[in-house]
């Protein structure tokens, strides 16, 4: 099995931000780098070298920690913590700028994430670099990890547990909300795989709504000649169901099997309307395009040629997973590219990977 992040060198993430920094306003925004270190406990240094608590931080997205990572953060703005920001000295972290802004940073509010990764052991590289450009070429199902369901791969049977009163909720708010991302995610998952093996994941269904690549936006599938074709040329993709009580539906056959998968993990018992707080629903593309793809063969370590390593360079939109890429290309060591966090104050553990932890919360039509 190939091996990634075995040094921090071999994974560098670089996040693509929404908007710049106006250069005014109430919010501080540092750049930074972070190497071999979680987010939180990058945020955690920042804050005390800065002046300000860690729970008023705003993060765009979680990063992993054994990788290199340039990432923004957001702190209340006051005189002093641009020098304070800019003067911090850290064995891992380097503060790259600093700029203010009118917002505190919000999770997602990125465009999208720059992987740069070493894939060692490939085994047979001409085979792996053929499957990388048909990536490029034709996308990848965009699926949730398993780093999405946590270490015992169960956070979607516990969220489904305390949902119905078989056990007690959690008391943190955030690690509730991570736990019912879970539970969409397994049902997105179910649609998606159950697309792939129907053979419609790559394209549009009558009644689907896909999404446009270049806006964002949804729409209704109902000329299904043309929108297969816009698909096939990569303008749309179909999209499945994060759910929740403000997800948009779709119609007909697609909107069928969505609603079977639901009943399936949710029942009769969960009422979305109740559990807006959340998550309000969303909906994903069950396709992931790859953008910027380049790859370099038999790197060099520490002076010493490795033939059956790789570097493979791509762009992939917020919320993507780098290894559903490169897993899609060559087998993978499953307990490589996984990362445990921790959530402050109560020890349960959550997993992230690749690039921002999407809040499942926003429906928004472009």
Same mark, same amino acid.
């Given at each position: 099995?190939?091996?990634?992040?075995?040094?921090?060198?071999?994974?560098?993430?670089?996040?693509?931000?929404? #908007?710049?920094?106006?250069?005014?306003?109430?919010?501080? #925004?540092?750049?930074?780098?972070?190497?071999?270190?979680?987010?939180?406990?990058?945020?955690?240094?920042?804050?005390?070298?800065?002046?300000?608590?860690?729970?008023?931080?705003?993060?765009?997205?979680?990063?992993?920690?054994?990788?290199?990572?340039?990432?923004?953060?957001?702190?209340?703005?006051?005189?002093?913590?641009?020098?304070?920001?800019?003067?911090?000295?850290?064995?891992?972290?380097?503060?790259?700028?600093?700029?203010?802004?009118?917002?505190?940073?919000?999770?997602?509010?990125?465009?999208?994430?720059?992987?740069?990764?070493?894939?060692?052991?490939?085994?047979?590289?001409?085979?792996?670099?053929?499957?990388?450009?048909?990536?490029?070429?034709?996308?990848?199902?965009?699926?949730?990890?398993?780093?999405?369901?946590?270490?015992?791969?169960?956070?979607?049977?516990?969220?489904?547990?305390?949902?119905?009163?078989?056990?007690?909720?959690?008391?943190?708010?955030?690690?509730?909300?991570?736990?019912?991302?879970?539970?969409?995610?397994?049902? #997105?998952?179910?649609?998606?795989?159950?697309?792939?093996?129907?053979?419609?994941?790559?394209?549009?269904?009558?009644?689907?709504?896909?999404?446009?690549?270049?806006?964002?936006?949804?729409?209704?599938?109902?000329?299904?000649?043309?929108?297969?074709?816009?698909?096939?040329?990569?303008?749309?993709?179909?999209?499945?169901?994060?759910?929740?009580?403000?997800?948009?539906?779709?119609?007909?056959?697609?909107?069928?099997?969505?609603?079977?998968?639901?009943?399936?993990?949710?029942?009769?018992?969960?009422?979305?309307?109740?559990?807006?707080?959340?998550?309000?629903?969303?909906?994903?593309?069950?396709?992931?395009?790859?953008?910027?793809?380049?790859?370099?063969?038999?790197?060099?370590?520490?002076?010493?040629?490795?033939?059956?390593?790789?570097?493979? #360079?791509?762009?992939?939109?917020?919320?993507?997973?780098?290894?559903?890429?490169?897993?899609?290309?060559?087998?993978?060591?499953?307990?490589?590219?996984?990362?445990?966090?921790?959530?402050?104050?109560?020890?349960?553990?959550?997993?992230?990977?690749?690039?921002?932890?999407?809040?499942?919360?926003?429906?928004?039509?472009?």
């Amino acid at each position: 099995m190939a091996r990634i992040k075995v040094l921090p060198e071999d994974f560098i993430v670089e996040e693509i931000p929404l #908007y710049e920094p106006s250069g005014t306003g109430e919010h501080l #925004y540092i750049r930074f780098t972070k190497r071999e270190m979680t987010t939180d406990a990058a945020v955690d240094v920042i804050a005390r070298a800065v002046g300000v608590r860690s729970r008023d931080v705003g993060v765009a997205g979680m990063k992993d920690r054994m990788a290199i990572t340039t990432q923004t953060i957001s702190v209340p703005h006051a005189p002093e913590r641009d020098t304070r920001a800019m003067a911090l000295v850290h064995e891992r972290i380097n503060v790259l700028e600093t700029k203010r802004h009118t917002n505190k940073l919000r999770t997602g509010h990125l465009r999208a994430n720059k992987f740069s990764i070493r894939i060692r052991e490939v085994g047979d590289v001409d085979a792996a670099i053929a499957a990388f450009e048909r990536i490029g070429r034709e996308g990848v199902p965009n699926a949730f990890g398993a780093q999405r369901f946590g270490r015992e791969g169960d956070n979607a049977e516990r969220t489904r547990a305390w949902l119905t009163g078989k056990a007690p909720a959690p008391r943190d708010p955030r690690l509730k909300r991570l736990l019912f991302s879970a539970l969409q995610s397994a049902v #997105y998952n179910e649609v998606l795989e159950r697309r792939v093996r129907n053979g419609t994941w790559n394209t549009c269904l009558e009644g689907d709504l896909a999404k446009r690549h270049d806006s964002g936006g949804l729409f209704l599938c109902t000329d299904v000649q043309e929108d297969r074709a816009r698909a096939e040329r990569g303008e749309i993709s179909a999209t499945g169901p994060l759910p929740g009580a403000k997800m948009r539906e779709p119609e007909g056959e697609p909107r069928e099997l969505e609603q079977q998968v639901v009943r399936e993990f949710l029942g009769d018992d969960i009422d979305l309307t109740k559990l807006v707080p959340l998550g309000e629903g969303t909906r994903r593309p069950l396709r992931l395009w790859v953008s910027d793809l380049r790859l370099e063969r038999g790197l060099s370590d520490n002076g010493r040629e490795e033939e059956d390593s790789i570097r493979v #360079y791509f762009v992939l939109p917020k919320g993507a997973y780098a290894t559903t890429v490169i897993s899609a290309a060559i087998p993978l060591d499953a307990e490589v590219g996984k990362v445990t966090e921790h959530l402050p104050g109560n020890g349960e553990p959550f997993t992230c990977e690749d690039g921002a932890i999407e809040a499942h919360g926003q429906q928004r039509d472009h």
